[in-house]
């Protein structure tokens, strides 16, 4: 039990989620749109094509202690990101979810974020399945572009 109960301090030094958007080189960094409360990046591992991540600026791991205006913006930001991956890239679903802790599977777990994920009918195999291997038909540099002129058709 000590070791499971032990928490690491964390003072947001090395979180993507904080230094990325500090550092203004939005198409560098990926961040694909900006919110007043929340923004909008490309995860550097996606699962598929346009698997994007809405996080908040406030650095938090805990839902709870996101304001409410956070949590509103959050909400529209993920209704209009559904909308721009529609437009480029006609994918035939969404997966979109909170992976709460590292327990429950969350990469980046100091830092609360959504995941926004495109999916088409065959779009997973035995690739996943069998070796971790994962299959992204274009580089993330082409994804940026084409969600940012998505987001440029639908303002």
């Known amino acids: ?19 990325l958007p500090a550092e203004n080189e939005d198409a560098k960094n990926h961040i694909v749109f900006r919110g007043k409360h929340a923004f ?35 909400n529209q930001i993920l209704a209009k990101a559904i909308g721009w991956l529609k437009v480029a890239f006609n994918p035939e679903g969404f997966n979109v979810g909170i992976n709460l802790s590292k327990i429950a ?20 195999n035995f690739m996943t399945s069998i070796s971790g291997v994962r299959i992204i038909p274009q580089s993330l540099d082409e994804t940026y572009k084409k969600i940012r002129e998505a987001i440029g058709t639908s303002s």
């Open 105 to 124: 599977g969350a990469g980046i777990a100091d830092h609360i974020h959504w995941h926004v994920v495109p999916r088409w009918a065959g779009d997973t």
């Open 40 to 74: 909008v990046i490309l995860n550097a591992y996606p699962y598929a094509s346009g698997h994007l991540l809405i996080a908040p600026y406030l650095h938090t791991a805990d839902i709870a202690e996101l304001p409410d205006a956070t949590l509103l913006e959050i």
């Open 1 to 19: 039990m000590a070791y499971v109960e032990k928490i690491a301090p964390d003072t947001g030094d090395s979180c993507i989620f904080v230094n």
